[in-house]
């Protein structure tokens, strides 16, 4: 017997069970589980590959890795049961009575709804062919699906060849392929491939071949293929909207406004009963608006009113007024940029995911793509320039003067002068940048992934994963490995 290497087993694995395959086919040497870093002892169970798996540990203790007995390949002369099976084709029906040799329903779907609804149906037979479906088991109790089946013209025929678990194909939709939520009893997965893969490359979404969850889910698969794509790179945030300029006249002084402070990078992806989840970045702090200047101030001019001969000729009388034109208006300050919106988080790519649940892998393969990268957050905008004030408006003109004459005698007006407006106040302060958005975590890729109560179980299964999605804009990196647990 070889042993597997698992890095990190007890932080992936916590107090969960992992069935560890005999695995002449990963080509290394004796099961060291290592989980702090060290090697060290862990409890192996032989069990037959027909047996089911233990149940989860009570508590305490390190993690139980079983090491499964190969059960080897075996292709008998297999007849489909009339009686108790429920056929399907891509070529079939999709009616309320579906599922016969002669009209199989067209879905898997469609299949175990009326499998669920027929006495006695043990058995889904699946012909060749691709289904682009989710597979709910929900509901679902000692029922086996197995594909490697052709139908020719109503007769079914069991394929005897080594590829003929590609000849059915579930292709996964909205990031899942099989959903076992609200079971009832154990579900069997036989002779079948799984693909997932994003649909129409949409950003962050995580991706799952087989996702478990669940006290009562239990699913067992048996030559099984499963195929799961990258995920999707989180988004990078959006540009903070620039300020106007001259936005702001309030206050003078016309000193620029202060510079909004950075988003901060978003946290480490989590995992729950419900899958895998990541914040995003903080989005980034607007800046503040430019103060204003102040206009100047009009000189006021004593304009004459009266200029008339009085005391009987000998002089003239006169009257003023202080007349001026308008103040100038001040300089505005320039309007505060907006801060940058924070990252996406990167989605995961997860080929089993088990959450409370059992899943038990018999002679087949996990295979995962790359995780998702998080986005960076997004730049925060420019602050506005300062504007200048205007001039004020100038004053009606008017003499300031009345000249006495005592030839004649007269009273004369002097030469009109016209009171200016104000200056202009100078350019306000130019508005404060907006800061920078956080960056957001990537995503985590693993063929196997589990919480501490669920039990897996590896017989002669092949394992392999992607890289991590990296973190953007500081924001930390995801994970990968062939088998992972919540840590």
Known sequence: MKR????????????????????SVLGVDDAILDPSGT?????????????????????????DVVVVVDAGVDCPNEKADDVHGIFVSPGGVATSNCGSKLQPCTTLGLGITRAKAVPGITTIYVDSGSYAETVSLAGVSGLLIQGGWDD????????CTATRTQSAKVVGQGGVGVRAVGMTGLATLDTLSIEVSLAGGAPSQSLYGVFASGATAWVKLVDVGIAVGNAGAGGAGGAGAAGGAGASCVGTGGAPGTIGGSGGPGGAGSF?????????????NGGTDGKGTAGGTAAAVACMT???????????????????????SGGCGGGSGAGGAGGAPGGSAIGVYVWDGQV??????????????G????????????TAGAVGTDGAACPTVCTFDAV????????????????????????????????????????????SNAIVTVDTTALAHGTPGAGGGGAPAGKSGDTGTVQ
Do not use: E
Not at 152 to 159: A, F, H, I, N, Y
Not at 272 to 284: E, F, I, L, N, Q
Not at 376 to 386: D, Q
Not at 414 to 426: E, N, W
């Open 152 to 159: 020719v013209g109503g007769v079914w025929r069991r394929q």
């Open 375 to 386: 986005g960076a957050g997004g730049g925060g905008g420019g602050g506005g320039a300062g």
């Open 4 to 23: 597997l290497g698992i890095f990190g087993a007890a932080t992936l694995l916590g107090a969960g069970a992992l069935a560890v395959a005999c695995a």
């Open 272 to 284: 729950t009963s419900a899958g895998y989840t990541a914040p995003g970045g903080d989005p980034g």
């Open 408 to 451: 004649g005698p007269t009273c004369t007006p002097g030469t009109s002068v016209t009171p200016k407006g104000g200056a202009a106040g100078a350019v306000g302060g130019k508005g404060g940048n907006g800061g920078s958005g956080g960056g957001a975590a990537g995503g985590f890729s693993y063929a196997v992934f589990t919480n």
């Open 306 to 328: 009266t200029c008339a001969l009085a005391d009987g000729g000998a002089a003239c009388d006169q009257a003023t007024t202080s007349t001026k034109g308008t103040n100038g």
């Open 39 to 63: 090697d060290a002892a862990a409890d192996v169970t032989q069990v037959d590959a027909a047996t089911p798996p233990p149940p989860p540990p009570d508590g305490g203790g390190g993690p």
């Open 360 to 373: 038990n892998l018999v002679r087949g393969a996990a295979a995962t793509g790359n995780a998702g990268a």
